[in-house]
């Protein structure tokens, strides 16, 4: 399959060039990219160390520090480089929907399918980096000290797209009613893509936690059962 991961990274600005890289050189930054996704998303940030990243991707650790500044610009870049493509296929999504939402016309489950169907596609077919990434995404959602940070800086401009169409197909619903759904199915969403497998055990093997298709076929039908029923009430 067709690497979709966003653009490379360069080296960082003002410094010099060291000795054996060379200026530009996109497969090691993506190599550390790779290797740091992959540690982060079985660690976390605070079990990872610079070192670990630069052994895992076989490269020397000032090597790490000429492309990333700190550990903390390095896991920003492994967020960013496929955020920005999850918000693309997000907002495309809720474009199209908007402009053929099919005979019947818009509704709520409709939106939640265009804003959810991208990411569970990406889960279902997309390489294991992309499931290494969606255990990151969990991970940060879940995170007090500076994860409603990052998910802001990364995720707020799709979420309110997904706020305004949802107010064009509901126009009665309040908007506390409104966030507090999404809350909601953001969790369920994280809590599905982290794949913890705690579903196989509770189910006795009924359901398996990377079962996408089951996900994709249920969840934006679960988040408009809630959203409309809470309106309902207050209406």
């Known amino acids: 399959m067709e690497r979709d991961e966003g653009s490379a990274p360069s080296p960082r600005r003002g410094r010099g060039r060291r000795a054996g890289v060379r200026s530009g050189d996109a497969d090691t930054g993506m190599r550390i990219l790779d290797a740091a996704e992959r540690s982060f998303a079985l660690h976390g940030f605070d079990g990872v160390t610079v070192r670990h990243i630069a052994k895992e991707a076989a490269v020397d650790t000032a090597l790490v520090y000429y492309y990333f500044a700190s550990k903390r610009d390095l896991f920003d870049q492994v967020f960013e480089r496929r955020a920005a493509v999850v918000n693309r296929d997000r907002l495309a999504s809720l474009e199209a929907y908007d402009l053929n939402p099919g005979p019947d016309g818009p509704t709520v489950e409709g939106v939640f ?8 596609r990406r889960a279902a077919d997309g390489d294991p980096g992309w499931r290494a990434y969606f255990a990151i995404l969990a991970l940060v959602n879940n995170t007090p000290a500076w994860g409603g940070e990052t998910m802001t800086r990364f995720f707020d401009p799709v979420i309110q797209r997904l706020a305004q169409s949802l107010r064009k197909v509901l126009p009665q619903v309040r ?61």
Do not use: K
């Open 175 to 235: 908007e506390d009613d409104l966030y507090w759904s999404y809350h909601f199915l953001s969790g369920a969403l994280t809590l599905s893509l982290s794949m913890t497998g705690r579903i196989d055990r509770l189910s006795g093997g009924a359901c398996e936690s990377g079962d996408f298709d089951a996900i994709n076929a249920r969840l934006a039908r679960f988040a408009a059962g809630g959203l409309l029923e809470v309106a309902d009430r207050r209406g």
């Open 113 to 120: 399918y265009a804003f959810l169907a991208p990411v569970l």
